[in-house]
């Protein structure tokens, strides 16, 4: 073989042997990262004790090129989303192993105990919000309402009359005739409402009378369980859910005599105001959609297509659908109503509340519902003074800047000591606190929803997927963090709160988390009306609404309650009618469902 036939072998040969050593140095580097306990390589004796999962330490603590496995890797770029990137590289391999050997399997196991089922119903944890500023639980003998007689009502003396289902009637007539408007009615409990209000016109005949709520009828929002009927939350991944669970709000209501004639919209999963059959408008305005996921209830109620509905708030979903439908609504004390058969979002933020035509409504529709739910741990029987009882004038009552001047001048003319107000306290991180701990906590209760791969199909892709994405990356200690600086925002609160109501914007949202994080209870009340804007040059019904709402520290929502009675004892916004779909005649709006 010639000397040119040589060389192309040489340099094939020298290449081999160079991949050769290239492989051998990457195998010791391979057992150095996946084993160093067995590593070929010698140690010093003075550093053999110094070996951990990822680095060799020597004794002068310098370190030595770190080889870490492909799981620390990935976990130590991970960390700086945690705000957590300050462990050296042991630490991480430490940490990576403990995470797939310990933790895993333990998140694991309680998966499978108590989150294979979406909706929170079952299994509420054991960490009780206790909203009461004395910090010591307390129960009481629950004593109903005195209500004022009405003498100039009274039940038509025709016999053959069914008076009850005739009302019943009614409204269902109603709820029929404008839905395509407003698209407020998941399903109808029709049958259901029939054979209740025959049961309540029995007891008439029978000379059984239950109290102010017999025989009249009302909706529920559709996180809400009724047996035999859809309980859909909104959503299209559970639009033909029926849960064999039967609320205790309802219960509750059903012992009063009351019909429930429909299940009302709820926004898809409790938010906002869309849902999986289109999105819920606002009767004063159908231009603009009711906001808040007690979109139904609020419309409804406003409407006069119920005479009342049960909302629910973890942030907003009262008092923004209220505020912007114009209607007399309560967000109670956090624990006075049981969620029983409700579907959860946040165990120590959930709030039930009735949505009706006035304040006193509200008093009587809260009197029946209030009190200890044996399957809510966070209910509890709590005092409250008779509302038709409370002497206003023995009250101090601030108003912040944006209250509503007019409600502050008319309750100075009821004897109102009205004074400026200005709640103090240093946490700047309020709105932060109410995202975390309400993200969190509704992942805890649609982890399955999101594992499957359903927030895929979910109807507003900006809301929940995105937030509850985002409440992965929350450490644990993060969200423990957020609650210690919530019992500091209590405590403040309870320091600065030196009157006995305080008056200010409903909707603000900064007010809104700090209610909603301490549990105080606001009341909702419409205090005006004012043009839209652009309205059609040749004029239209549709307004705008105007509310206030009336705060006091947890467990007085007797305080609000008389307050706004008294409000809506000398004026009549309360009273008005929205327009609906009756616009003007030169005023047109389509409709989704035409």
């Not at 907003?316 to 439908?325: D, E, K, L, W």
Request: some cysteine; hydrophobic content about 40%.
């Amino acid at each position: 073989m010639s000397r040119d036939a040589r060389t192309p072998l040489l340099l094939r040969v020298s290449f081999l042997v160079f991949v050769l050593v290239l492989y051998s140095a990457a195998a010791i580097l391979g057992s150095l990262a996946l084993a160093p306990e067995h590593s070929p390589l010698s140690v010093a004796p003075e550093a053999a004790d110094q070996w951990t999962a990822g680095s060799l330490v020597l004794t002068n603590n310098t370190k030595c090129r770190e080889y870490l496995s492909e799981d620390a890797r990935i976990l130590k770029v991970a960390l700086k989303f945690f705000d957590a990137h300050f462990f050296n590289d042991t630490e991480v391999e430490e940490m990576a192993k403990g995470a797939r050997n310990i933790n895993i399997p333990i998140f694991r196991a309680n998966r499978k105990l108590v989150a294979s089922v979406n909706g929170g119903l079952q299994d509420p944890s054991v960490l009780v919000f206790n909203p009461e500023w004395n910090g010591r639980e307390t129960s009481h003998e629950i004593r109903r309402f005195s209500y004022p007689y009405l003498s100039d009502v009274r039940r038509p003396d025709t016999e053959d009359i069914a008076f009850m289902s005739e009302l019943t009637g009614i409204f269902l007539k109603r709820l029929k005739r404008y839905d395509h408007a407003l698209e407020v009615v998941v399903s109808y409990t029709e049958d259901l409402a029939y054979s209740q209000a025959k049961e309540a016109d029995d007891l008439l005949d029978k000379g059984v009378y239950l109290g102010p709520l017999h025989g009249i009828p009302y909706g529920l929002k559709d996180i809400i369980s009724v047996p035999k009927y859809k309980t859909t939350w909104g959503s299209m991944t559970f639009k033909n859910q029926v849960l064999d669970a039967e609320a205790w709000v309802y219960k509750r209501l059903r012992s009063a005599g009351a019909v429930l004639i429909a299940k009302l919209v709820s926004g898809s999963l409790a938010y906002d105001d869309v849902w999986f059959g289109g999105r819920t408008r606002n009767p004063w305005n159908i231009e603009e959609f009711s906001t808040g996921s007690s979109a139904g209830p609020a419309a409804s109620t406003s409407a006069g297509l119920v005479p009342f509905a049960i909302g629910s708030e973890t942030a907003g979903s009262i008092t923004y659908p209220s505020a912007r439908c114009g209607v007399t609504s309560l967000r109670p004390t956090f624990g006075i109503i049981g969620r029983s058969g409700v579907m959860s979002i946040s165990e120590s933020l959930d709030k039930l509340g009735p949505f009706c035509r006035n304040a006193a409504d509200c008093a009587v529709v809260l009197d029946f519902i209030r009190g200890k739910d044996p399957d809510d741990i966070s209910s509890r029987d709590i005092f409250l003074e008779d509302p038709f009882s409370v002497d206003i004038t023995k009250l101090t009552v601030g108003y912040l800047e944006d209250a509503d001047m007019e409600a502050v001048h008319v309750l100075a003319s009821k004897g109102v000591n009205m004074v400026p107000f200005k709640l103090n306290y240093t946490v700047n991180s309020v709105q932060g606190i109410l995202n975390l701990t309400m993200d969190v906590d509704m992942l805890s209760h649609f982890d399955e929803w999101q594992r499957s791969k359903q927030d895929a199909v979910y109807e507003a892709q900006d809301q929940w997927p995105v937030e509850l994405r985002r409440a992965r990356l929350v450490p644990a200690v993060d969200y423990v963090q957020a609650q210690r600086a919530r019992g500091k925002l209590i405590q403040e609160i309870r320091e600065s709160f030196t009157v006995d109501a305080f008056i200010g914007n409903a909707t603000d949202w900064e007010k809104v988390c700090m209610g909603n994080l301490v549990g105080m209870p606001i009341m909702v009340i419409p205090t005006g009306l004012k043009s839209i804007m652009n309205p059609p040059p040749s004029g239209t019904r549709r307004r705008t609404t105007i509310s206030t709402g009336i705060y006091a520290p947890p467990n007085h929502d007797h305080i609000v309650l008389a307050l706004a009675m008294a409000y809506q004892s000398v004026t009549d916004h309360h009273k008005q009618r929205p327009p609906i779909d009756d616009l003007g005649p030169d005023d047109f709006i389509p409709y989704p469902r035409q």
